[in-house]
């Protein structure tokens, strides 16, 4: 089931050769940094160009100051970074201001995380102008918030451009309350398999959403005019205490944790999993990782092994960063993040 014939990056991960195999194929993951590079990305890309020697150094630390300030960054920009590569490619369009850019779209509706990388790209303009890329801060960036909050510190490999052009007609992030038979197709059409979608999901162990997307469940699933079945009841009790039902235009649309009694403390932990398998989740799309044979079984195995997790994330997250990159003479190295270079 969970063959992989892509290598990522520069870790070397045996074939899995079923889910009942998942604890020993990823206790196999070692340094392999001779591999072939994917998508024209290169490990230490500004090293060996010798263009921005320390970028990597300038973005850890700066990453490092926000976060001490701040532990919401590493929830907003894991969700920055997937709003940015699953809809045209890992090339920061996301980060394009404009009446009708990416950032406009009504799935993007509460992104956060643009000021961080704003900072960040600000110190490199200083350091090293016109360089380093804003698609390359925001992998760099989203690396190092995670393992602040206990992921692994994982290599990740650089030299993308930045894309001209950003529009909320390509936006199609899907719904958080589709199936996991659908989510699935949609993670496949981005190159990612079943191991990816169910490991990445994991990032909901932080970070919150607001009570719009998970009203439905709470109050008229499927317009039956009663809760999600498939919701634990005393959660459901404690979440409509947080989510009232909308019943007039105007009326507010509070946040929620997206893993009640973990969430607070913005730490990546497999908590997410266990709250899955005792209906708890707070997403449809969570809950839903309990209805595929291969979904559960991974949700499981993870649930019980943080250390699995944390492995598959390394590679997931990569596999994610790697999709439709520009390199070379494509997109450009913008000097603000926000807007394209002068012609």
Known sequence: MMMRSQISFVFLVLPCLGLVTLSLCLGFVSAASSLPQPNKLTW???KIHNTCHEAEIYVRHQVQLLWNKDKTITPKLLRLLYSDCFVTGCDASVLLDGPNSEKTAPQNYGLGGFVFIDKVKSV???RCPGVVSCADILNLAARDAVHLAGAPSYPVLTGRRDGLT???SSVDLPSPSISWQAALTYFKSR???VLDMTTLLGAHSMGKTHCRYIVDRLYNFNNTGKPDPSMERSFISDMRKLCPLRTKKGQSDP???LNPGFGANHTFTESYYSRVLSHKAVLGIDQQLLYG???KEITKEFAAGFEDFRKSFALSINRMGAYQVLTGNQGEIRKNCRIPNKK
Do not use: F, Q, R
């Open 191 to 193: 190159g990612l398999d």
């Open 293 to 295: 044979d291969d979904t």
């Open 44 to 46: 230490h890309y500004y």
């Open 166 to 168: 950003s529009s909320k």
């Open 255 to 257: 946040l929620v944790y």
């Open 124 to 126: 490199l303009e200083e």
